[in-house]
């Protein structure tokens, strides 16, 4: 009898397909460790350091913390209507999209985080298999398994990968910042002009690169943010990934780099923290290091493949931990193929095709309509507000590269949703 209370205790409901009651939320402290565990990663100062190397060091710094506090700011908004409802994301997009057309938003993100799973899952074979020469395939299957066990256990597994997670990263990231700061002068740090002594990308670029590497998450974020007992936890769990985990882990990376300063440094080879510490050449360091990367990015994979597994299972009329088995399995085979190398691409993709599904959102439920339900089976107006923004950022790839274009979708598509909405109210047929 007892393990099978103990079985329950673990693997409780997940309300795929119903709001979160108030009796089964979590207290403030795990929605901390389950926000704070998400972007404290090692692949948060890799883009710090793609940020100081494009940018240097000060105008990378301004980046990010411009780019975080945007982050707080559409995460935290998105957030209270989860927490307000209980509902998941695909519940809430259901209101905006229709009772039908919400599978297209919810399918493309599910889609995008599991591409995030197989990303991550992927770095972590490479780099483990690059710095110990032991097989890649290998590795990513051992990496991908574990991270499908913890988001298996539900979002507690989210919370004790936090409670690990965290403190390592704090811990180690703090060793390696100040470690290579003590190699040179403080000022050399903060006049690092980036790589080869050129600022190559311009601030708009380096917003988008900070927003898009958790904008998809961050637009599910009532996946998480329904468990929290009151809207004020829920933004007090938001900010303290946004902008305090994400800033952290950027800052490791950028002052890693701007402090070594090395000649073409690659982020994504042995420039990192991971490497570095493996640098040191002390053996239980390099354990340490060995096991801190697949928690590390245990988090982050568990994370985005919960989002992915959420949202699939709503879609489905499934079960999330049935989903998490399966796209676990899918992320895994698409890891082995190298995908994690399409990291840039793969940001950029993210910075068009996201930020207006969350800004739509937005707008509705705070603007335009309110509390709505799900009445109709498919909404227009969203999805051609979501077109508007998308081909804007599109035009401002190509022929405004300096502007940064997960502001440019998100902003239009919500002025165009705005318009759309207040047109649809003075006709017969609602938008």
């Not at 990308?201 to 329904?226: E, K, P, Q, Y």
């Not at 399995?329 to 890891?335: K, L, R």
């Not at 969350?358 to 009445?375: F, K, M, N, P, W």
Request: charged fraction near 5%; include cysteine.
């Amino acid at each position: 009898m007892s393990n099978t209370v103990d079985s329950e205790q673990v693997l409780a409901d997940e309300y795929e397909h119903t709001p979160v009651p108030q009796e089964a939320r979590h207290p403030l402290f795990s929605m901390v460790m389950v926000w704070a565990g998400f972007p404290m990663i090692i692949t948060g100062a890799m883009t710090g350091s793609i940020l100081v190397l494009g940018m240097g060091f000060t105008n990378a710094v301004i980046a990010m913390i411009i780019g975080n506090l945007i982050m707080l700011g559409y995460v935290s908004a998105l957030g209270h209507l989860g927490a307000r409802s209980g509902e998941n994301f695909a519940l809430i997009a259901s209101r905006v999209f229709g009772h039908k057309g919400y599978v297209l938003a919810s399918g493309l993100l599910s889609t995008l985080l599991l591409g995030w799973y197989a990303v991550q899952t992927g770095i972590t074979g490479a780099l483990i298999s690059g710095t110990y020469d032991l097989n890649y395939v290998a590795m990513t299957i051992v990496a991908g398994v574990l991270y499908i066990a913890i988001t298996f256990i539900g979002v507690k597994g989210l919370h004790w990968i936090g409670m690990v997670s965290v403190p390592l990263f704090v811990v180690l990231g703090l060793f390696v910042a100040f470690h290579a700061a003590s190699t040179t002068t403080f000022e050399a740090i903060t006049s690092y002009a980036g790589n080869g002594g050129v600022a190559t990308m311009s601030l708009g670029v380096g917003l988008t690169v900070v927003i898009a590497l958790f904008v998809d998450a961050g637009t599910v974020t009532a996946d998480f943010n329904r468990w929290a007992k009151t809207p004020k936890q829920s933004f007090i769990a938001t900010f303290s990934a946004f902008p305090v985990a994400n800033l952290v882990a950027m800052l490791v990376g950028g002052l890693m780099t701007a402090a070594l300063a090395v000649p073409d440094a690659n982020p994504f080879g042995t420039d990192n923290m991971f490497g570095y510490m493996n640098g040191l050449q002390v053996g239980w360091l390099s354990l340490l290091a060995f096991l801190f990367l697949y928690i590390n990015l245990g988090s982050v994979c568990s994370h985005c493949l919960y989002n992915a597994a959420t949202g699939w299972s709503r879609i489905l009329g499934s079960k999330m931990r049935l989903m998490t088995i399966v796209l676990g399995a899918i992320g895994i085979a698409v890891a082995a193929t190298n995908v994690w190398a399409f990291f840039i691409q793969w940001l950029s993709l993210l910075g068009i095709l996201v930020p207006p599904i969350g800004t739509i959102i937005l707008v509705d439920q705070y603007l335009s309509r309110g509390a709505s339900v799900a009445e109709r089976a498919f909404r227009p107006g969203p999805f051609v507000a979501w077109a508007i923004g998308s081909a804007f950022a599109f035009v401002v790839e190509f022929y405004m590269p300096s502007l940064s274009t997960a502001l440019s979708s998100g902003i239009v598509a919500g002025i165009a949703y705005l318009a759309i909405s207040r047109m649809g109210a003075r006709s017969p047929m609602p938008a």
